[in-house]
């Protein structure tokens, strides 16, 4: 790296630091928000969003004509139509509200943005995400909104301790993307202050996340459950050597399994944490299953596969998420596919327990993929639309949609090394172009990543 480019990293990283100092103690403020305030926050920003969208935004002044934004409602919502992925994709550059900022040059940011974080035009953060559903998904906001994301997720965190006197502030170790383009990956990046995250990749081989983790001695640990179980396999076994004072899954579903074998391991109970890239957000009481989403940032309606809202104690189909802080992608009702299940609110804010996120790593015998592993790749692979991986017995097999011609050499030599990291030797990865991806014919679900055992 140049120093011009060191310099212009070191920019990128300041002016997050900068907008997330900015927001933090208006966010500790909200924890103590009362329902009424949550109810009058969200009417406010709702009716700026739709006013934004309609003036700004080609595809959601098609999709929203005709709306009075000054008597709308939160309750409103209802009338609308949703977004899915699919759709959100197809219509990327009507729908950002910069006329300035289009898919080619959003997919062409992501593509040279490798290992340090960049921001588009200047303003922007730009991130992708396969996330559980495979498809491929991509989302821009300016360095102000995603500071008011990041804020959203540590403020409880920093209400509830004081400041660490270790230099750069608290830290805590993430256990997750490694590259900027995911939004773990960008966050630890750029961290720094209150609390900073320091980057240990999922994608490492076990061996070299135990020897960095005994090295870094964190007194905080962050990461994907399947991971941290197998740390805390690890921990048990006496490789692993490290007394964090919290521990929180996030990203995938945590298990009962999984909550048992990490709270034995490290000695304390874990937080489990929904933060999805598409802005909706929450976390639980440590060692509780419920999470406490941030409504004052997004509202999210659990619903069923015909859009209905399900009463508390029903498993809904999704849940359409409202996005009231980034206009410049603005979300309305768009669709999750994650599971969740209602119960009583807080203060305003939506509880929910999480039924269904997370997919199962592959094993071949004491070699163990972690779906992360594939996802990092697939992700930076922008005219893959979606894709679907089986389990081999020497490896893996991947079916992806992609509308232009598409070189599989790249990505299927990142594979193979990611599975030699893994441990399995000799791997064979096969990669074959289709139409579509099978679903459920009633539901429209699809399994993104298939054991052996069950194909």
């Known amino acids: 790296?140049?120093?011009?480019?060191?310099?212009?990293?070191?920019?990128?990283?300041?002016?997050?630091?900068?907008?997330?100092?900015?927001?933090?103690?208006?966010?500790?403020?909200?924890?103590?928000?009362?329902?009424?305030?949550?109810?009058?926050?969200?009417?406010?920003?709702?009716?700026?969003?739709?006013?934004?969208?309609?003036?700004?935004?080609?595809?959601?002044?098609?999709?929203?004509?005709?709306?009075?934004?000054?008597?709308?409602?939160?309750?409103?919502?209802?009338?609308?139509?949703?977004?899915?992925?699919?759709e959100m994709m197809a219509n990327l550059d009507g729908l950002l509200t910069d006329r300035r900022l289009n898919r080619a040059g959003v997919e062409n940011h992501l593509e040279a943005m490798t290992d340090e974080p960049r921001l588009l035009l200047d303003d922007y953060v730009c991130l992708a995400s396969g996330g559980s559903s495979g498809e491929r998904g991509v989302f821009v906001q300016t360095v102000e909104e995603y500071a008011d994301f990041v804020a959203s997720l540590m403020r409880r965190r920093i209400a509830a301790a004081p400041a660490s006197p270790m230099r750069g502030g608290r830290a805590i170790a993430l256990v997750a993307a490694a590259s900027p383009v995911h939004s773990t990956g960008f966050g630890a990046a750029t961290s720094g202050g209150p609390v900073r995250l320091v980057a240990v990749p999922a994608t490492l081989p076990l061996p070299e996340l135990v020897d960095r983790l005994n090295a870094i001695q964190p007194p905080a640990v962050m990461g994907y459950p399947t991971k941290l179980a197998q740390l805390a396999a690890e921990q048990l076994a006496g490789h692993l050597r490290i007394s964090p004072r919290s521990v929180t899954a996030t990203s995938e579903l945590l298990t009962e399994e999984d909550r048992t074998v990490i709270t034995d391991a490290f000695g304390v109970p874990v937080v489990d944490q929904f933060a999805s890239t598409e802005g909706l957000a929450g976390q639980s009481d440590p060692g509780r299953s419920i999470i406490a989403f941030a409504s004052d940032m997004c509202i999210g309606e659990l619903v069923d596969d015909d859009n209905r809202p399900v009463e508390a104690g029903v498993v809904a189909s999704k849940v359409l998420v409202t996005n009231l802080h980034n206009f410049t992608q603005p979300l309305v009702r768009y669709e999750l596919t994650d599971h969740f299940v209602a119960h009583a609110p807080d203060q305003g804010h939506l509880r929910a327990s999480v039924e269904g996120r997370a997919d199962s790593p592959f094993r071949y015998g004491g070699a163990v993929l972690h779906p992360l592993t594939v996802r990092t790749v697939m992700v930076k692979a922008s005219t893959v639309r979606e894709y679907q991986v089986r389990q081999t017995t020497r490896g893996i097999h991947i079916d992806a949609v992609t509308p232009t011609p598409f070189d599989s050499s790249g990505p299927i030599a990142d594979l193979k090394q990611n599975l030699r990291d893994a441990g399995l030797d000799e791997p064979y990865v096969s990669f074959r172009v289709v139409d579509t991806i099978n679903r459920n014919s009633r539901t429209g679900k699809t399994r993104r990543f298939i054991p052996l055992a069950d194909d």
């Open 1 to 86: 790296m140049t120093t011009t480019e060191r310099q212009d990293v070191d920019a990128v990283r300041d002016r997050v630091r900068t907008a997330l100092r900015a927001r933090l103690a208006d966010h500790v403020t909200r924890l103590a928000w009362t329902a009424d305030e949550v109810a009058a926050h969200q009417r406010s920003r709702l009716r700026a969003l739709i006013a934004h969208a309609l003036e700004a935004s080609p595809f959601h002044a098609r999709r929203l004509r005709g709306l009075d934004v000054e008597q709308f409602e939160v309750q409103d919502l209802e009338r609308l139509p949703t977004m899915t992925k699919a």
